[in-house]
Nanobody, 116 residues
Framework: QVQLVESGGGLVQAGGSLRLSCAAS????????MGWYRQTPGKQRESVAT???????NYADSVKGRFTISRDNAKKTVYLQMNSLKPEDSAVYYC??????????WGQGTQVTVSS
């Protein structure tokens, strides 16, 4: 079955960095668009960054210049390098794999907490 397993979350001070990883299994990873989303209590899940099968990236305005998404097809892993973290970046971060608007899979999420 399809599994997306996130790791790398934790507690960090404002201005610090974290690197999230999402390891995929059960899918042909290279043909899937991959994305990172985040959600805080009482709010809708929002897109943070996406990278498609052609390595084209897209970022939310709030993270541009601070976050970088990348993928390693050989390792079936997508990364999110987060620098200059702010308290408002605190959220549960979810990994998503999507294809052709027909298939969409989610990881279990990893908590990121940025202290001021």
């Amino acid at each position: 079955q399809v599994q997306l397993v996130e790791s790398g979350g934790g507690l960090v001070q404002a201005g610090g960095s974290l690197r999230l990883s999402c390891a995929a299994s059960g899918i042909t990873f290279s043909v899937y668009a991959m994305g990172w989303y985040r959600q805080t209590p009482g709010k809708q899940r929002e897109s943070v960054a996406t990278i498609n099968s052609d390595y084209i990236t897209n970022y939310a305005d709030s993270v541009k210049g601070r976050f970088t998404i990348s993928r390693d097809n050989a390792k079936k892993t997508v990364y999110l390098q987060m620098n200059s973290l702010k308290p408002e970046d605190s959220a549960v971060y979810y990994c998503n794999a999507g294809r052709s608007n027909l298939w969409s899979y989610w990881g279990q999420g990893t908590q990121v907490t940025v202290s001021s």
